[in-house]
């Protein structure tokens, strides 16, 4: 079965630096996202991505972060200058299309941490 | 801002006993619910979802759930809980129409032979 792979699966950065994160979704998705969980926190929606640009963003998304879709397979999330509170587990997901019923996969996540 | 309440946080069974995970949304329009579980050490996978039509919902490993809208509720169950059911439990949902997941805080489920 057809998986969403993230990679690194575990990033230790400096405060500042900046980090990028990458995807490689389900090859026939067309929609993609980003969220992101702080240890012993909820699961928080950042950014969805559908044809080329951002369709929503949370408030959570803001200059510092940034996605793009380099070639046709990898979806990366940058955070360009890390802060503490940015460590936590990002997870990439990607569905086949922007219905509303439309199934979201998950990646097994990378582990930031932000010393 | 729509929110998804998940009433338990740590829940400790033994085989065969019943589940039933709580689940409540807070959003007054059109909502698609969600169960996601976490296997440990695995990413997040679909277990069930409702869209539309019979409010039971049947899902994957004999899991179901039932989109009650007059309690905003959408709670997990299943019959006879497994030691291999040990992980964690998200419910999610959609609103009016958007893409983005609204995830509750998580149920560990752990089950003792």
């Known amino acids: 079965e057809p998986e969403v792979t993230q990679t690194p699966s575990h990033q230790v950065t400096q405060m500042g630096q900046e980090v990028i994160l990458r995807c490689v979704p389900i090859?026939?998705?067309?929609?993609f996202y980003w969220y992101r969980q702080i240890l012993g926190q909820k699961v928080e929606f950042l950014v969805s991505?559908?044809?080329?640009?951002?369709?929503?963003k949370s408030e959570i998304f803001d200059d510092q972060f940034s996605v793009e879709r380099p070639d046709g397979s990898n979806f990366t999330l940058k955070i360009r200058s890390t802060k503490l509170e940015d460590s936590a587990m990002y997870f990439c997901?990607?569905?086949?299309?922007?219905?509303?019923?439309?199934?979201?996969?998950f990646g097994p996540g990378t582990r930031l941490l932000v010393l | 801002a729509q929110s998804v309440s998940q009433h338990n946080h740590h829940v400790i069974l033994s085989e065969a006993a019943s589940l039933e995970l709580g689940c409540n949304y807070s959003y007054g329009g059109t909502v698609n619910l969600f169960w996601y579980v976490q296997y440990p050490g695995q990413h997040l996978q679909l277990l069930l979802k409702y869209f539309s039509g019979d409010p039971l919902v049947k899902g994957i490993k004999g899991f179901e759930a039932e989109f009650i809208k007059s309690k905003f509720s959408f709670n997990l169950r299943k019959p006879s809980v497994q030691w291999s059911d040990t992980a964690e439990y998200f419910c999610?949902?959609?609103?009016?129409?958007?893409?983005?997941?609204?995830f509750g805080t998580g149920t560990q489920l752990k089950v003792e032979l």
């Open positions: 997901a990607s569905s086949v299309s922007p219905a509303y019923q439309e199934t979201q996969y």
């Open positions: 090859s026939n998705h067309l929609y």
């Open positions: 999610a949902v959609k609103v009016g129409g958007g893409n983005k997941l609204t």
């Open positions: 991505f559908y044809n080329n640009e951002i369709s929503e």
